[in-house]
T-cell receptor
């Protein structure tokens, strides 16, 4: 497909478990973003990559959150020792250029921590 | 801090009628963009319409148009001839060129189109 894809679509984790969420951006897109959307809220920025470089991680809520994009394409958001407040939808977006406002979103991963 | 405020948590409209969703934003920047995104239950964020701050003319996309009041920092979305498929969450968002390359979203308005 031509769009941004994310996997898994749904993830249930027990408190304390580690999870890994995957994002496949649109082929050739330089920029990749992760957002966290709590229930009933708008998405909030987590982190931003330009190719493989993580240029902004100011939105990551704690050091339990870690993101990588080692080859400048697929990205993984990892959450260690999950807690209930981590329950949210995690959205990935990509854009073609640098500093591009035209962001294309994936369908998100709904994480539920029990 | 950049903020986007949507003061209407929920709205409803009858099919074929017109509805306006409100949004205000706060910025000291000159070079920015404003957006309305639609998020249906499938969760996929879909761009509805975009407005460049340097353009005075209000953006339109088919049944969707905006009323951009730069001095008042207001950016409302008008949906004409509402259709059942317009039922969704609508988010207003801003992007500041040259700053942190992120979209800043409001909390959203849940729009229901009634038959």
């Amino acid at each position: 497909g031509a769009g941004v894809s994310q996997s898994p679509r749904y993830k249930v984790a027990k408190r304390g478990q580690d999870v890994a969420l995957r994002c496949d951006p649109i082929s050739g897109h330089v920029s990749l973003f992760w957002y966290q959307q709590a229930l009933g809220q708008g998405p909030e920025f987590l982190t931003y990559f330009q190719n493989e470089a993580q240029l902004d991680k100011s939105g990551l809520p704690s050091d339990r959150f870690f993101a990588e994009r080692p080859e400048g394409s697929v990205s993984t958001l990892k959450i260690q020792r999950t807690q209930q407040e981590d329950s949210a939808v995690y959205l990935c977006a990509s854009s073609f250029g640098v500093a591009s406002y035209e962001q294309y979103f994936g369908p998100g991963t709904r994480l539920t921590v029990t | 801090a950049q903020t986007v405020t949507q003061s209407q948590p929920e709205m409803s409209v009858q099919e074929a009628e017109t509805v306006t969703l409100s949004c205000t934003y706060d910025t000291s920047e000159n070079n920015y963009y404003l957006f309305w995104y639609k998020q249906p239950p499938s969760r996929q964020m879909i761009l509805v319409i975009r407005q460049e701050a340097y353009k005075q003319q209000n953006a339109t996309e088919n049944r969707f148009s905006v009323n951009f009041q730069k001095a008042a920092k207001s950016f409302s979305l008008k949906i004409s001839d509402s259709q059942l498929g317009d039922t969704a969450m609508y988010f207003c968002a801003s992007f500041y060129q040259g700053g942190s390359e992120k979209l800043v979203f409001g909390k959203g308005t849940k729009l229901t189109v009634n038959p």
